[in-house]
C-alpha cells in the first residue's frame, strides 16, 4: 500500500514539473527527469517487488519473513529515502542514497536468509534480480556523484529492464497458474522450457549491449528476437476466458506491453520513432498494469477474500490503467504534435487509477483479514 501512496504523490508531483514547470528538488545534481525515472522504478518499482518477494518467500519456503516492528522499520528505512530529495540542506542527497541503498541491501539479505535456511536453490535465480537491481542503484548513485560517467544511465535502464525481466521469470510462473485457476472450466495452458531458457539468456544479452556496452543494432535485433519469443508464449496462454476476469486480463495484457516495448525499441533504430515510447511500454504499460493487478489479486487473497469474485471497482480500475497506456505509448505514433497533451492526459489516468485502488484497498488491509474474523 506504501507504494501505491508513494506513487500517487509522485506522480502529481511529476505533472506539476511536467506541465507547470514546478521547482520542488533544491539539489541541481538531481535533474526533475531523473528524479522521475528513479522514483519510479527504485522507489515504486522496488516497494512493490519488496512486498510481493516477502510474501511469495514465505509462501515457498514456508518460513517465516520479516513483519512487525521490523517491517516498519523496513518501510521507514524506504521512506526516508524518498523523502530526502525535497530536503533543502548539503548532505541529503547523500543520505537518500544511503538509505535507498541500505534498503535495497536489507531486501536482498531478507529474502536470501530463508532461502539459505530451507535450501530452495531454484529461487536464487529470483534472488539474482535484487542483486542487480542492487547493482543497479549503485551505479545510479555513482553517476549522480560523478564518480562515474554514464553512471545514471546505466543504473536507470539496469533498473528497468530487471524490473521486466522479474515480470518474465515470475509471470511464467504465477499467469498461467492464474488463468487456470480463474476463467471457470477447465484448460491447461503450455509453459514451454525452451522460451524461459531463451528468454534468461537474450535478455542477459540485450541488457548488456544496451546498457553498457552498447550496440544498437545488435540490440534492436536482439529485441526483436524476445518480442516474437514472448508473443508466442503469449499466445500459448491465450484462452477465451481472460477477457471476462479483470484480474486476469490485467496480467495479460500488461504481459503483452512487454512485446510492444521490443518491437517499439526494435522500431526506434530501423524507423526512428521517439526511443521514449518503448521506455512508457515497459514502465507505464508493463510494469504499470502488472503491479497494479498483482497488488489487487495478492491483497484480496492474503486477507482471505475471494479472488475469484473480485470487487466490481477493478474494472474501471485496470481500464483506466490500460487506456492510460495507449494515450502515453501508441497515441504519439498517431499524433506526435499533441505529445505533451497526451503525456497529461496519460498522468492523470495513472493518477485517478491508483487513487481508486488506494481508496479501496486501503481499508481492506488496515482491517483483520476475513480468516481472521471467522
Aim: glycine share 8%.
Amino acid at each position: 500500500m506504501m507504494g501505491s501512496l508513494f506513487v500517487i504523490v509522485s506522480t502529481i508531483l511529476w505533472l506539476l514539473i511536467y506541465q507547470f514547470n514546478l521547482t520542488i528538488l533544491p539539489d541541481p545534481r538531481l535533474t526533475n527527469v531523473h528524479w522521475h525515472a528513479h522514483e519510479m522504478i527504485y522507489g515504486y518499482g522496488m516497494a512493490v517487488i519488496t512486498g510481493f518477494l516477502l510474501t511469495a518467500i514465505k509462501n515457498w519456503t514456508g518460513v517465516q519473513t520479516i513483519h512487525g516492528f521490523p517491517l516498519l522499520l523496513l518501510t521507514a528505512i524506504w521512506g526516508l529515502a524518498r523523502l530526502m530529495p525535497y530536503l533543502p540542506f548539503n548532505n541529503a542527497l547523500v543520505m537518500m542514497a544511503a538509505f535507498d541503498l541500505l534498503f535495497n541491501l536489507l531486501v536482498c539479505i531478507l529474502v536470501l536468509l530463508p532461502i539459505v535456511k530451507v535450501k530452495q536453490w531454484q529461487q536464487i535465480g529470483v534472488w539474482s534480480k535484487l542483486g542487480l537491481f542492487l547493482a543497479g542503484n549503485v551505479l545510479f548513485y555513482l553517476g549522480l556523484f560523478n564518480f562515474l560517467d554514464n553512471g545514471i544511465r546505466m543504473g536507470l535502464y539496469t533498473g528497468l529492464y530487471t524490473i521486466i525481466s522479474l515480470i518474465m521469470l515470475m509471470g511464467s510462473r504465477v499467469i498461467p497458474f492464474f488463468i487456470e485457476k480463474g476463467v471457470g472450466y477447465p484448460v491447461k495452458l503450455r509453459n514451454h522450457p525452451w522460451i524461459s531458457i531463451a528468454s534468461l539468456l537474450l535478455m542477459l544479452v540485450f541488457l548488456v549491449i544496451e546498457v553498457f556496452y552498447p550496440l544498437p543494432m545488435y540490440a534492436a535485433s536482439t529485441a526483436i528476437l524476445l518480442a516474437g519469443i514472448h508473443a508466442f508464449r503469449l499466445l500459448s496462454w491465450h484462452t477465451a476466458g481472460i477477457w471476462k476476469k479483470p484480474l486476469l486480463w490485467i496480467l495479460y495484457i500488461g504481459y503483452g506491453w512487454i512485446i510492444v516495448g521490443f518491437i517499439l525499441y526494435a522500431s526506434a533504430y530501423f524507423l526512428n520513432i521517439n526511443a521514449m515510447l518503448a521506455v512508457h511500454a515497459f514502465a507505464y504499460g508493463c510494469i504499470g498494469m502488472v503491479t497494479i493487478g498483482m497488488m489487487a489479486r495478492v491483497s484480496l487473497g492474503h486477507t482471505g477474500r475471494n479472488v475469484f469474485n473480485p470487487p466490481f471497482f477493478l474494472w474501471p480500475t485496470f481500464l483506466l490503467v490500460l487506456v492510460g497506456s495507449i494515450v502515453r505509448v501508441l497515441l504519439p505514433l498517431l499524433a506526435a504534435q499533441y505529445y505533451g497533451m497526451w503525456i497529461m492526459i496519460s498522468q492523470l489516468l495513472w493518477i485517478l487509477a491508483f487513487i481508486m485502488f488506494a481508496a479501496y484497498y486501503f481499508p481492506v488491509l488496515a482491517k483483520p483479514s476475513a480468516d481472521e474474523k471467522k
